[in-house]
T-cell receptor, first 112, second 110 residues
Framework: SQTIHQWPATLVQPVGSPLSLECTVEGTSNPNLYWYRQAAGRGLQLLFY??????ISSEVPQNLSASRPQDRQFILSSKKLLLSDSGFYLC???????????FGPGTRLLVL | GEDVEQSLFLSVREGDSSVINCTYTDSSSTYLYWYKQEPGAGLQLLTY?????DMKQDQRLTVLLNKKDKHLSLRIADTQTGDSAIYFC??????????FGQGTTLQVKP
């Protein structure tokens, strides 16, 4: 069966520091991968998605970036965090672009 | 852009039925989804319905789809305290992006 992992689970970082969040999927090949941000436990905002290694599409302009160095690894990064980057970051995968998405456990980021 | 709307809060007593409602705007959606999020956790796919169906039942869950009114509902029979969570409906817009509602917090009172 397929599983999706995210780490770290929780992160507290000072403003201006770098960020690296990692997501990995097991049990499937060539998944579509997604990064979402959820603010205040409510609606989800799609940040990035990837349909293959090295292929990244950005949905919103921001100081975040994403990379997919391996088939089942998706990384969310920032060179300098802002206070507004605080939130709950969720990684998801799907088999098809228009298919159901399956979410990881999330990373809670607090920027102080 | 497309929009998905849900009421923010629903409170029921344990053992009662819960009905969570959702309206959407994209009439070309092929699938519509219901997700459950427990505190501090990721989203769990509960069920989904294909747009050519009116109803789908899965154990205690019943999904009803009214395409004319673009209305989707999730009924939970015999609601338990473990059903307390935030429930999100979601649909695909024509760009292929999955659009989520703001989520309905379900509170189950013993």
């Amino acid at each position: 069966s397929q599983t999706i992992h995210q780490w770290p689970a929780t992160l507290v970082q000072p403003v201006g520091s770098p960020l690296s969040l990692e997501c990995t999927v097991e049990g499937t090949s060539n998944p579509n991968l997604y990064w979402y941000r959820q603010a205040a436990g409510r609606g989800l905002q799609l940040l990035f998605y990837s349909v293959g290694i090295g292929q990244i599409s950005s949905e919103v302009p921001q100081n975040l970036s994403a990379s997919r160095p391996q088939d089942r690894q998706f990384i969310l990064s920032s060179k300098k965090l802002l206070l507004s980057d605080s939130g709950f970051y969720l990684c998801a995968w799907s088999v098809k672009v228009l298919g159901p998405q399956y979410f990881g456990p999330g990373t809670r980021l607090l920027v102080l | 852009g497309e929009d998905v709307e849900q009421s923010l809060f629903l409170s029921v007593r344990e053992g009662d039925s819960s009905v969570i409602n959702c309206t959407y705007t994209d009439s070309s959606s092929t699938y519509l989804y219901w997700y459950k999020q427990e505190p501090g956790a990721g989203l769990q796919l509960l069920t989904y319905i294909f747009s050519n169906m009116d109803m789908k039942q899965d154990q205690r869950l019943t999904v009803l789809l009214n395409k004319k009114d673009k209305h989707l509902s999730l009924r939970i029979a015999d609601t338990q305290t473990g059903d307390s969570a935030i429930y999100f409906c979601a649909e695909f817009e024509d760009t292929g992006k999955l659009i989520f509602g703001q989520g309905t917090t379900l509170q189950v009172k013993p």
